[in-house]
C-alpha cells in the first residue's frame, strides 16, 4: 500500500497490514521533523508532491524491493502540506522472514525517495526557509 496525504499515518494500522505469519521481522521506518538542521532552528516542513506520478515511482521502488530482497510486505506513507516538529511526514514499514533483508532495504528505499519521487521539501527556519533538494552529501550511500 501506498499513501500520500495532508493526514498523519496509522503506524498501528501499517503495522498490522504488514503482519504476516512468514515474516519473522518487520521494520519500520519513521522520517519525523526534527528542531534543528545544521544549526538552524527549524519551524516546521512544508511538502508538496506530484501526487500521482509519486505513487508511480513510490511503487516501482516497491516492486525493485521485491525482486533485489524477495519483500513482499511492504507499507508506504508520505506527508504532505505542513508537517510540524516531532511529526512523521515518511513511514516506511517492511516485513520479511529475516530483518537483514528489512534493515537494506529500508536504506535503499529512502534513498531511492529522494532522488526520483517528485515530493518536494521546505524547510522553515525561524530566520528564513529553503527547498531542500534530493539527498544531502552524508546521505548519497546505497545498498
Not at 544549526?39 to 533485489?68: F, H
Amino acid at each position: 500500500m501506498i499513501k500520500i496525504s495532508h493526514q498523519a499515518p496509522d503506524i498501528n494500522q501499517m503495522i498490522l497490514d504488514v503482519q504476516n505469519p512468514n515474516n519473522g521481522a518487520i521494520v519500520v521506518f519513521l522520517g519525523v521533523t526534527r528542531k534543528y538542521t545544521k544549526n538552524r532552528e527549524v519551524l516546521r516542513l512544508e511538502y508538496q508532491a506530484y501526487q500521482s506520478m509519486a505513487i508511480t515511482e513510490i511503487d516501482k521502488i516497491c516492486i525493485e524491493i521485491k525482486d533485489i530482497w524477495g519483500i513482499k510486505d511492504i507499507e508506504v506513507f508520505h506527508r504532505i502540506g505542513v508537517v510540524n516538529i516531532g511529526d512523521v511526514s515518511l513511514a516506511i514499514l517492511l516485513g520479511s522472514a529475516h530483518r537483514s533483508e528489512c534493515f537494506d532495504a529500508v536504506r535503499y528505499f529512502v534513498n531511492k525517495l529522494k532522488t526520483t519521487v517528485p515530493i518536494w521539501k521546505k524547510e522553515q527556519f525561524v530566520d528564513g526557509e529553503m527547498w531542500i533538494e534530493g539527498l544531502q552529501p552524508e546521505e548519497r550511500f546505497f545498498v
